[in-house]
């Protein structure tokens, strides 16, 4: 009885060995008697002892292998490190399993000697500047090349691009150079622009302090004719009113001499006295008469 139950117990364990429960992202590549067998997925499956075997346990997931820098040499003969990061993923377990022995290396000796092809067709200048070329022919040459190996790769990129001490030194130096003349090109646009706004300034200031003085001049001359007009409706007025009152004769004498008095008070040092005044008030009458005459034909307008 001891033996027969330790020949259960030794069965049972062997038989419990053999259960396998695969998770989401992963694969199992099993051979049977040294063959390949299957590739289990997602789930429970069990493995005959001694018969069967699981001879690689593949990650579905994108993998991500930073390799270290490559020596390049451009077409203007400069030599410099590279150094690239391939996301690849496993899309065929049974051939990553048996396409290759190490598909981690093989990316890695496929990736760098990609790169020393397609930097060799390009110059310095054009290498710098063209990270993204350069990850599109890498991504598409290693995919071409991995596709039998079961492997899928997603994306290329060039981590870091550097070239010698002494190129490195020469670049700092000339980019230091575009700086500096950008930087005099910005003071002396500004400087042009500070002086054009001065002169924009001056002018519009001679403008406005010209158009002032014409307006003044304009003001002064419309004032000097108002008071003209003025005056003289006055003296029309002044005229009017003599002629509506009826003066006679007498009257027109005693205005002459009121006149002729008002002369004699003013500045001058030499008065004409008329020999004849009777003759100054007939001609002030006929100033009057001619400023009736005048006013007529204004009213009528």
Not at 15 to 22: K, Q, T
Not at 93 to 99: D, N, R, T
Not at 110 to 121: F, K, M
Request: charged share 30%.
């Amino acid at each position: 009885m001891i033996v027969l139950i330790i020949f259960f117990v030794v069965i049972a364990v062997i038989l419990v060995s053999g259960i396998r429960i695969v998770n989401q992202t992963r694969k199992y590549v099993v051979e049977r008697l040294g063959a390949y067998h299957a590739t289990w997925g997602v789930g429970f499956h069990w493995l005959i002892p001694f018969v069967d075997k699981v001879v690689s346990v593949v990650s579905l997931k994108e993998q991500v292998k930073d390799f270290d820098p490559q020596a390049v040499i451009t077409k203007d003969n400069v030599t410099m490190q590279i150094d690239t990061i391939v996301f690849f993923q496993v899309t065929d377990p049974k051939l990553y399993a048996y396409g290759v022995e190490n598909p981690i290396n093989a990316i890695e000796s496929i990736s760098a000697t990609t790169l020393r092809n397609i930097i060799g067709d390009l110059e310095l200048d054009t290498s710098l500047t063209s990270r993204d070329i350069i990850n599109e022919k890498m991504r598409l040459i290693l995919d071409d090349a991995t596709d039998k190996w079961g492997i899928k790769v997603n994306r290329v990129e060039v981590k870091n691009i550097m070239p010698p001490k002494d190129i490195r030194e020469s670049m700092e130096k000339q980019m230091r150079a575009e700086r500096e003349r950008r930087q005099t090109i910005l003071i002396a646009e500004g400087e042009k622009r500070a002086k054009i706004l001065e002169a924009e300034g001056i002018n519009e200031s001679i403008i406005l302090k010209a158009e002032a003085e014409k307006r003044q001049v304009v003001l002064q001359a419309e004032a000097e004719a108002e008071a003209i007009f003025k005056l003289k409706e006055a003296e029309a007025l002044g005229i009017k009113l003599i002629k509506e009152a009826g003066a006679d004769e007498a009257v027109l004498r005693i205005k002459a001499f009121e006149a002729l008095a008002k002369l004699a008070d003013g500045q001058s040092t030499k008065i004409v006295v008329p020999s004849n005044l009777a003759d100054l008030a007939g001609m002030v009458t006929a100033l009057t008469e001619t400023a009736k005459t005048t006013k007529e034909p204004t009213s009528k307008k």
